[in-house]
């Protein structure tokens, strides 16, 4: 089977924001099974995200949606202290 990738491009308005949705994201590149591979990197506003997998489709798929609810915590993380504050 031929592997599958992804890349996922994600820009923002606010540098603080873009640093902690990166932050929080990252782990995810050292824990992945043999034959997934996840890179995320930030250059200034923007995030880029980097996915290939070996294994199958469902994976693939479900690591994207991962990554993605991910994303989605972290930015309500910090609007909801963005409130507060």
């Known amino acids: 089977m031929r592997g599958l990738e992804a890349e ?3 820009d923002y308005a606010d540098l603080r924001v873009a640093k902690a949705v990166a932050d ?3 782990p995810d590149n050292w824990k992945t099974p043999a034959g997934l ?3 995320t990197r930030r250059r200034k506003n923007t995030i880029l995200t980097k996915i290939v997998c070996e294994g199958k489709p469902g994976t693939f798929l ?3 949606d991962d990554l993605l609810s ?3 915590v972290a930015e ?3 609007q909801a202290a963005a409130r507060t504050s």
């Open 70 to 72: 991910a994303v989605g």
């Open 24 to 26: 929080a994201v990252s």
């Open 62 to 64: 479900a690591t994207i």
């Open 8 to 10: 996922i491009r994600l």
């Open 76 to 78: 309500r993380t910090v």
């Open 37 to 39: 591979m996840v890179k």
